[in-house]
């Protein structure tokens, strides 16, 4: 199975990818992940695209490429907020056929609120914040180790940034995929899931 999950930010994209990997046992494939660990790892494409991240703009079509041939798997994967612009689309045409698309719906304005709220384990990458609160404050429930704000989370006008380029950019990719699976992602995470599970 190939699917492909889409939405604005703060839809709770890698929170479902997660669910749905575990159910059925596929590769989660977050480009959003994989580019904050070239920058934690500091690689020369890391340090390429820190910048960029840090200021809310996307990274080129070379390196988006390079990451994906890199890191994805022949089948039984979930690719988590990519495609975001329509070269982009182009090239993951290029690389596969998805047998779903998955594109979550949330008011912007909940979605700020979110993001503004949410922090993840730096460990297990586990997001918590809305719905998702940790048993210990400020502590992941898994790891136990002190949670933290993303880097792309971090400054209100980067937020305000990532939404603007949403818009102009990416909800016309999703407009392209017209059989796509369209789910209201302001309910509980659990709820989607079901929602999802019964489009599938």
Do not use: W
């Amino acid at each position: 199975m190939k699917l492909i999950i889409l939405g604005p930010p703060g839809a709770g994209k890698g929170v479902m990818s997660r669910l749905i990997a575990k159910k059925h046992r596929l590769k989660h494939v977050s480009v959003g992940d994989l580019i904050r660990e070239e920058i934690d790892k500091k690689t020369v494409l890391g340090k390429k695209i820190k910048k960029e991240v840090n200021k809310g703009i996307m990274i080129s079509d070379q390196d988006f490429l390079k990451i994906l041939k890199k890191h994805m798997p022949k089948n039984n994967f979930i690719l988590d907020g990519a495609p975001r612009v329509i070269k982009q689309k182009k090239i993951v045409d290029k690389l596969f056929t998805p047998d779903k698309v998955i594109i979550l719906k949330l008011p912007k304005r909940i979605a700020i609120k979110r993001i503004s709220t949410r922090y993840e384990c730096p460990k297990c990458e586990r997001v918590y914040g809305g719905e998702i609160k940790p048993k210990r404050r400020g502590y992941c429930d898994k790891c136990n180790v002190k949670l933290i704000k993303r880097l792309d989370d971090s400054s209100k006008k980067t937020i305000k940034h990532r939404f603007e380029v949403y818009k102009k950019q990416s909800k016309p990719v999703e407009k392209l995929y017209k059989d796509a699976i369209r789910i209201n992602a302001n309910t509980h995470p659990y709820k989607m899931l079901k929602a999802i599970e019964k489009k599938l």
